[in-house]
């Protein structure tokens, strides 16, 4: 019964200084403990890093090799060296950076000889590329970029720095500046940090100053489209301490919305990269997620580094605005496709939610950042949620397999994630798995930070780490199972009694919802009580901004006790999210959970959760012994099925979000009908009618037809074509139906290729029909007309479109045949 009250009293003291939540923490710098002073030794963690090492980093440095040819023909170029030209690219270059600068994480943990020569050899091609004053951009260094239409959402411009709003110029640069920095740190080696430091210069004198060779000697003095320079600019001030850089970040900061605003709709809008209002005059959240996350993240750090608040009121009312209306339970950011973005207040979508991993990370990077600016806990616990969650999903068990696109619901069909309906091995715009590449090895240094009198633990995580503290060096052993276990066990070994206050984060999730702001609150009454034991004795510490503080004179031998309630709970979200009524999600401790097919035999829409108050002695767990998802805790509740026969009482198996789509494709599921709003007749999950056939035109046929079906199924393996073109047809097209009412969200073409007479296309373009003008199909800025084998390659229109019919024009390879598996149109719901 103590107990029982001494949680509640917990829980009222949460929200008691939720209340004053708004209000920063006094001018003092909280530091993190860099991640290569965390020594990782738990289960959940230290195998990810092991993947992280030897297999999703090697694989990305293969996947990114055309970056670096990219680069090596610019250097190339520049020396006057005959070589093949490299090809037109915006942001290839990131890609290759961010893969970097995780190699260069890795090596802070661990010393690599073949990994340091291969970054060595790398770092001599980047500067090898770099013009003599600082420039380094491929397309305009070499003139490619005239292949391609200068202007537009896919534009570069005619020349240097002429269309900033899209050619990512600035963008690369500001991925670059973080891996030179990583590297620097890892290895003592300046090359890298000196090409850096050069163009950052260079970028300064053009921008802010007024160079002779760039803009007819005009400072440009234009915030950049995709925001990320910024952030790399932070890390040069860190690392080096000149004040150029900070004032750098702060100045791009400043001048956004102010010196230029885009004009048009769709990723020329204004909005779409935050440039509608001076950054300090914003209020919600708009535009593409991505840049949105890097952008409020750039600036809670530099609030915190310069000990202002100008940005305070902004960065509050975009934070709030994002828990309340615009997050998905997994900590997802950007629901809406066709700009990657935020869409209205409370439009959060199950299937057709995109989520983009990048915008997941920038999720993680902006409430980290909250944190160290006000030192409230509730900003790591969104930080903990996006990671656990959307975040992780987006990187297979295995390090090599990848979601760009992060739905909450899937039909088993729906080929979601950029042409796949499962886990790509990369993707054209490859964004995301380098990103994650990045993002895993610094996971560790969340977990601790420190000031002058306080140690505050963040993440929970099996670790060792040592804390300056005054005059000490505070020792401290973590030792947990998180999160699929809330003991958490911390060994207090200081090289001598010192005084200071142990913070220890008490997550939102244990209180009456899994997350803050207004979306979510749980629906089973909360019997759980957090405990605290210091050496043995169970303690009732002060709770403050979401800590409880354990203050006293700390000496070696020291042990503290954390106990949090992992259980399982059943979500609801308020009834303006109009997807999610009448349905649950089932979260336990910070980890959403979903149910999949191959779990369940059936698709899982077939079946209802029951009402929670019945079901608590009936929900069981289980934890995988073999397999991909080996020491991954799954859950079974009682649920009901729904048959042509009716509704029978059943049980529900369910795994964390992060681990679906791992075993094999099916259908998906995390906000699940309750049973009480499922009569005993109905199915709700998507069948076979989900299958279109479309009659098309074609400009000719191996089987001597005009007209010929092609089904929008995924073909089973070595299948037969349901087109292929004519060897008298070097240039076929086919023309497919489409519904002029509704608004096309993508268009997939599966291309068959038997290795012989029947390849893949040379390229391919897309026209679409208005009435009866045909007109040419923009397709979205960061899409590419692929040809990728044995997957759906899709494209997205640049901006809201309606039309009757589609035109899929094709050039063969030399003497080849065209074959097509497989057409799918997805329109917006």
């Known amino acids: ?26 001018n003092k710098l909280m530091i993190p403990v860099p991640f290569q002073q965390v020594k990782l030794e738990d289960e959940f963690w230290y195998p990810r890093l092991k993947i992280q090492s030897e297999v999703l980093v090697p694989f990305a440095f293969e996947k990114t090799e055309n ?22 690219h915006r942001y290839i270059s990131s890609d290759l950076y961010k893969v970097m ?48 239409d200068p202007w537009g959402g896919a534009g570069m411009g005619d020349k240097p720095y002429s269309f900033v709003l899209h050619s990512h110029e600035l963008y690369n640069m500001g991925h670059m500046y973080e891996a030179a920095v990583a590297y620097y740190q890892a290895t003592g080696k300046r090359e890298w940090l000196d090409i850096a430091e050069k163009n950052a210069r260079h970028i300064n004198k053009v921008f802010f100053e007024g160079d002779e060779n760039y803009n007819d000697g005009k400072p440009i003095n234009q915030a950049p489209g995709h925001e990320e320079i910024e ?64 952008l409020y993240s750039s600036m809670a750090e530099v609030q915190s580094l310069l000990k202002t608040d100008e940005y305070t009121e902004a960065l509050n009312s975009i934070w709030q605005n994002i828990m309340d209306t615009r997050m998905h339970i997994t900590g997802g950011l950007g629901a809406v496709h066709g ?108 977990a601790y930070t420190y000031d002058e009198n306080n140690i505050y633990i963040g993440l929970y995580m099996g670790s060792v780490t040592s804390i300056p503290v005054n005059e000490s060096n505070v020792n401290i052993r973590q030792v947990t199972k998180y999160p699929f276990e809330g003991n958490v066990r911390f060994e207090i070994s200081p090289d001598k009694p010192e005084k200071f206050t142990l913070n220890l984060r008490i997550p939102t999730w244990v209180g009456e919802q899994f997350v803050p702001g207004e979306l979510y609150n749980y629906i089973n009454e909360n019997e759980d009580f957090v405990e605290i034991k210091l050496n043995g004795k169970t303690v009732k510490p002060e709770i403050k901004n979401g800590f409880a503080l354990i203050g006293r004179k700390w000496k070696n031998g020291d ?84 048959t042509s026969e009716g509704k029978a009482e059943s049980t529900l198996k369910l795994v964390p979000y992060f681990a679906w789509n791992n075993r094999g494709q099916g259908s998906m599921a995390v906000w699940l009908p309750q049973s009480s709003s499922v009569n005993n007749e109905t199915s709700m999950a998507p069948g076979n009618d989900k299958v279109t056939v479309h009659k098309v035109n074609v400009s000719c046929s191996a089987q001597n037809a005009k007209e010929v079906e092609i089904s929008s199924k995924i073909p089973k393996e070595n299948a037969e074509p349901q087109w292929v073109s004519c060897l008298t047809d070097e240039n076929p097209w086919v023309e497919i139906p489409c519904n002029p009412e509704k608004e096309l969200q993508s268009f997939s073409v599966y291309w068959h290729d038997n290795g012989t007479d029947c390849l893949v296309p040379e390229e391919w373009e897309l026209e679409f029909r208005s009435g009866n003008t045909w007109q040419p199909f923009q397709i979205y800025a960061t899409d590419h007309y692929s040809t990728f084998k044995k997957q759906f390659n899709m494209v997205h229109p640049a901006a809201p479109l309606k039309c009757n019919a589609m035109k899929l024009k094709m050039k063969s390879k030399p003497g080849k045949l065209v074959g097509i598996q497989s057409i799918r149109i997805d329109y917006t719901r």
């Open 101 to 148: 600068e995780g190699a260069a994480y890795i090596l802070m943990l661990e010393q690599n000889k073949s990994l340091e020569d291969k970054m060595d050899s790398i770092i001599r091609i980047i500067g090898d590329a770099q013009k003599d004053d600082g420039y380094l951009y491929v397309a305009h260094t070499v003139g490619v970029k005239d292949r391609y």
């Open 339 to 446: 700009i990657e973005g935020f869409g209205a207040e409370y439009e959060l979508p199950n299937a057709d939610a995109y989520n983009e991993t990048c915008a997941s990370v920038g999720n993680v990077f902006f409430n980290y950042r909250m944190f160290l600016l006000t030192g409230d806990a509730r900003y790591v616990d969104v930080a903990e949620v996006a990671l656990y969650n959307n975040s992780l999903a987006g990187v297979s068990m295995s390090g090599n397999k990848f979601h760009y696109v992060n739905p909450l619901e899937f039909d088993g069909e729906k080929p979601y994630n950029f042409g796949n309906p499962g886990r790509s091995p990369w993707f054209s715009t490859a964004c995301c798995p380098t990103n994650i590449a990045r993002l895993i090895p610094q996971v560790s240094g969340m």
């Open 67 to 88: 970056a670096v040819e990219n680069l090596h023909r610019t250097g190339s170029f520049l020396k006057g060296i005959p070589d093949e030209l490299p090809f037109a």
């Open 559 to 642: 042990v503290v006790e954390l106990m949090l309630p992992v259980s399982v709970k059943y979500n609801t979200s308020i009834d303006l999210v109009e997807e999610n009524r009448n349905r649950v999600a089932i979260t336990r401790g910070p980890l959403v959970y979903c149910a999949e097919e191959i779990d369940n035999g059936d698709a899982v829409l077939n079946f209802a959760v029951a009402e929670p108050s019945s079901t608590t002695n009936k929900i069981a767990e289980n934890t995988f012994s073999v397999g991909e998802l080996t020491n991954i805790v799954q859950i079974s509740v009682p649920a009901f099925h729904s």
């Open 231 to 294: 952030l790399g600019l932070i890390k040069l001030f860190r690392v080096t301490g000149d004040s150029l850089y900070i004032n750098m970040a702060k100045r791009f900061l400043d001048i956004r919305g102010i010196t230029y605003k885009p004009e048009g709709d769709g990723v020329m809008s204004p909005t779409y990269s935050q440039q509608h209002l001076p950054v300090a005059e914003q209020r919600e959240p708009v535009g593409h997620a991505v840049r949105a996350a890097y």
């Open 1 to 26: 019964m103590k107990e029982l009250l001494y949680f509640f009293l917990l829980c009222g003291m949460i929200l008691l200084t939720a209340c004053n939540r708004h209000q920063h923490a006094e």
